[in-house]
């Protein structure tokens, strides 16, 4: 089940590999707001799934990678659009695109956290 996002922060970001822990989030919610001048409320860390290979088995060595859900406030989200960047922070309709023949790195759930859908999606629909 996901997190609820807080009222106003609509927009949900992931950070690839980063490790922060819900005992931690404060401090995560006050470094962005003193290094961005934004708004973020931590939601939740999900551990990537495996690729798959041509059969849809997994692929040995790979997932397991630590990621980082959070959501930045509605008014916050254009002056955070270029600076999250340089941190390799993506938004979560990005990451929520078929990647390696239509596998997903997440847990299906998360897509419930995308405020848009993405050109894939869109095609899934028609």
Not at 19 to 28: H, N, S, T
Not at 56 to 69: A, H, I
């Amino acid at each position: 089940m996901n997190k609820v996002k807080p009222k106003g922060f609509s927009q949900v970001c992931v950070w690839p590999g980063t490790v922060v822990g819900r005992e931690e989030a404060k401090d995560f919610e006050e470094f962005f707001a003193s290094e961005f001048g934004v708004r973020a409320r931590y939601l939740e860390e999900i551990v990537t799934c495996a690729d798959r290979d041509g059969d849809g088995s997994p692929v040995e060595g790979t997932g397991g990678r630590n990621d980082l859900f959070f959501a930045v406030h509605d008014d916050d989200v254009d002056k955070f659009a270029v600076p999250r960047l340089k941190l390799g922070i993506r938004w979560i309709e990005d990451v929520t695109a078929p990647v390696n023949g239509g596998c997903a790195l997440y847990p299906e759930r998360v897509k419930e956290y995308r405020t848009w859908n993405t050109e894939e999606d869109e095609n899934e629909e028609v």
